[in-house]
């Protein structure tokens, strides 16, 4: 009778020098120092950096984000504003977003 350790394949996941930890559910920079996000940031990165392309459609983060709230959109672009300039002091990502709907997490030049 043996037993058989499964350990998950994915327990970090990474764009560009920016890291995300699935145990942790925390975000590290290139020299393996946590970034500190507000949790409303934080579940905004987390939903970019699990989806496999690193991108995620405007009305499924405001749903997931602000269920039923009628100004969705516009906590969402302040969320974003206020998170640039993090994520990028951070790493070698960007946050954009596509008039398609989209925001996606991009290695960027440093």
Not at 50 to 61: C, D, L, P
Request: aromatic fraction near 10%; charge should be positive; glycine fraction near 6%.
């Amino acid at each position: 009778n043996t037993m058989i350790l499964v350990t998950p394949v994915y327990q970090t996941a990474s764009i560009g020098n920016l890291s995300y930890s699935f145990s942790s559910g925390q975000f590290y920079n290139e020299q393996n120092e946590e970034i500190y996000f507000t949790p409303m940031q934080l579940s905004f990165m987390k939903m970019l950096m699990e989806k496999e392309n690193k991108k995620v459609a405007v009305e499924e983060i405001c749903d997931k984000l602000w269920p039923g709230k009628d100004n969705a959109r516009e906590s969402l672009y302040t969320l974003v504003r206020r998170l640039k300039p993090i994520v990028e002091s951070n790493s070698n990502v960007k946050i954009v977003t596509d008039k398609g709907g989209y925001y996606a997490l991009i290695k960027g030049k440093q």
